[in-house]
């Protein structure tokens, strides 16, 4: 038989400085197929991007394919992929957010500005919603966040050099958390001197609802977890990715060991094996926060079950309880089809208790001061206590602790100062980008949950974005779509490609109302998860209460610093 000669190898050929880049970066981490994600990260931080040659070296040393990490590497935003001959990004990006708050205030201005003065010596990008509404505009300097940014500050940081965030300054350490009392309420439980059950009837009489916006009772969610077969795990969602929402943040850089206090207890009492965290990648400062005092409570409390620390990538669908697991796991943030549900069948195959924050930094409250604390305030009917993040043309927008039931002109005129000076009440979304437009004549309605369904809207996560008579309902509405067309996992056809249909005839002159109307049905009635079921609720409002505006004879325009494109 006759030698070939000659034979030239197909694929490409592994890059053995990139191999020993790569096995460097990875010299103190297990190698897990699931760390794949943080991987990504540490390859990201160190050189500004993801070089093939990294992919393919990463591959190779966890032994899979290399369409498996690219398909993982291109689905996030923060993963900059540079491909053989491609020219890498600059060495510093500028990212100012164009969510609907920093709209309002000036989002574009900024950004025209910055890609004119300093976009040839750095990366200005605009991003969706950054978790800082109630600052805006903001932009984001490296990691570091600029609060009220202007063109001004913003060059000031970059030529000085200021790109890195840091941890929060004022937050209550583990040391001071304790002396307070923290932790004595995990200690009991424990040591079985605090019953779980009586736990569990906390939870159940103080009518508790999950925070994240879907509001699935908690006291039932631990018993249905509970009742699951061993090893059970724990999954918190820190993602909030919903434009307007940034509560999650607000508490966790004043009172990061309330949120461990609950979190510890919840998974004692049901009895989790194991925890992970996934944190918003926004959020540098505060994971920095996090990590410091996670290992000051491995150290220091006793039976603390392994706790992993996981970074999200900029993914808004990762926020879909099902997509998070899936990214935990390593993989593309796809929500997953259900049945079965993440109770019975969740991360890594197993019975799964997930949580927004919030919701479990309620935990020790309601046990220490009991159920009919927290059921003894509200509202117009309601009970029980709501964190609305507040922003827009407010006078002083913030997270308000407020009754349930409160209405959106009690909550603007008691906690927020009212509107701003010159600016009237046209409008406002009473669940950030996705709960829909409310007009101002429907501002006495009560907020929460479950209340303001049959007008087409509902409260989420509780995150208000206030629109006063100088911003359009329309403009707001396209800006939100926009949002959603960028966010989807493309995964089911109705969401990926009716989100870019809505945007298109949201941007016509003339709305074809009946067109509209039948691409949102099939968008709600067919779409996987609840991105594409809910995309399409600021369209219908504006259709349904800003009627004017559906027609560029009626259009209101907006006056200059208003939501317009």
């Given at each position: 038989m006759k030698k070939r000669k000659n034979i030239k190898r197909r694929g490409r050929p592994l890059s053995n400085e990139a191999l020993l880049d790569v096995q460097t970066?990875?010299?103190?981490?297990?190698?897990?197929?699931?760390?794949?994600?943080?991987?990504?990260?540490?390859?990201?931080?160190k050189y500004q991007?993801?070089?093939?040659?990294h992919l393919h070296a990463l591959a190779t040393i966890l032994k899979i394919s290399q369409t498996e990490v690219y398909e993982v590497a291109s689905f996030y935003h923060h993963f900059d992929i540079v491909k053989e001959g491609d020219q890498k990004p600059a060495s510093l990006t500028v990212r100012v957010c164009d969510s609907i708050s920093c709209e309002l205030t000036g989002a574009e201005v900024l950004i025209d500005t910055l890609e004119s003065a300093i976009g040839k010596k750095v990366r200005v990008q605009r991003v969706p919603c950054v978790g800082r509404c109630?600052?805006?505009?903001?932009?984001v300097v490296g990691t570091k966040p600029?609060?009220?940014?202007?063109?001004?500050?913003?060059?000031?940081?970059v030529e000085a050099g200021n790109t890195a965030d840091i941890a929060p300054e004022n937050a209550i350490r583990y040391e001071q958390y304790v002396k307070d009392g923290g932790y004595e309420l995990y200690k009991r439980v424990v040591e079985k001197e605090h019953h779980h059950e009586d736990i569990l009837s906390a939870k159940d009489d103080s009518g508790l609802r999950g925070l994240g916006g879907a509001g699935f009772p908690v006291g039932r969610k631990w018993r249905i977890v509970k009742e699951q077969p061993a090893p059970r795990l724990m999954a918190v969602n820190i993602d909030e990715g919903e434009p307007g929402t940034f509560k999650d943040r607000y508490y966790l850089e004043r009172d990061p060991h309330r949120f461990f206090e609950?979190?510890?207890?919840?998974?004692e009492v049901v009895g989790t094996a194991a925890i992970y965290i996934y944190l918003r990648d926004e959020y540098a400062g505060l994971r920095e926060l996090l990590e410091q005092e996670l290992a000051v409570i491995k150290d220091k409390l006793p039976d603390v079950p392994p706790i992993y620390l996981r970074r999200g990538a900029g993914a808004y669908i990762c926020g879909e309880e099902s997509a998070m697991i899936e990214s935990i796991e390593?993989?593309?943030g796809m929500p997953r089809?259900?049945?079965?549900?993440?109770a019975e069948v969740g991360l890594f195959g197993r019975p799964t208790l997930e949580h927004n924050m919030e919701s479990l930094y309620w935990v020790r409250e309601i046990v220490e001061k009991g159920a009919d604390w927290f059921t003894s305030h509200g509202k117009n009917g309601r009970q029980g206590l709501r964190s609305f993040s507040v922003s827009g043309r407010v006078k002083n927008p913030g997270v308000y602790l407020a009754p349930a039931g409160i209405t959106l002109r009690e909550l603007v005129n008691e906690y927020c100062g009212g509107m701003q000076d010159g600016q009237e009440l046209y409008g406002y979304f009473p669940g950030g980008a996705s709960g829909g437009i409310l007009p101002e004549r429907m501002a006495d309605i009560p907020l929460d949950f479950d209340t303001l369904n049959e007008h087409g809207a509902f409260i989420g996560s509780a995150a208000v974005i206030v629109l006063s008579d100088k911003d359009s309902a329309r403009d707001a509405a396209i800006n939100a779509m926009n949002f959603f067309r960028h966010e989807s996992c493309g995964q089911c056809t109705p969401c990926r490609v009716g989100t870019e249909k809505a945007v298109k005839l949201m941007q016509?002159?003339?709305w074809d109302t009946e067109l509209m109307g039948e691409l949102s049905t099939v968008m709600m009635d067919a779409s996987i998860c609840g991105l594409g079921q809910a995309a399409p609720n600021p369209m219908n409002s504006v259709i349904n209460y800003f009627p004017n505006e559906t027609s560029s004879k009626t259009k209101k325009v907006p006056e200059s610093g208003g939501v317009s494109k």
């Open positions: 970066l990875l010299k103190d981490m297990p190698l897990q197929r699931d760390l794949l994600i943080e991987y990504l990260h540490l390859i990201q931080d991007c993801l070089a093939v040659e109630e600052s805006a505009p903001v932009a600029i609060q009220f940014a202007t063109s001004e500050k913003v060059i000031e940081d609950g979190m510890l207890i919840a998974s390593g993989k593309r089809l259900r049945p079965p549900y993440l016509q002159e003339e």
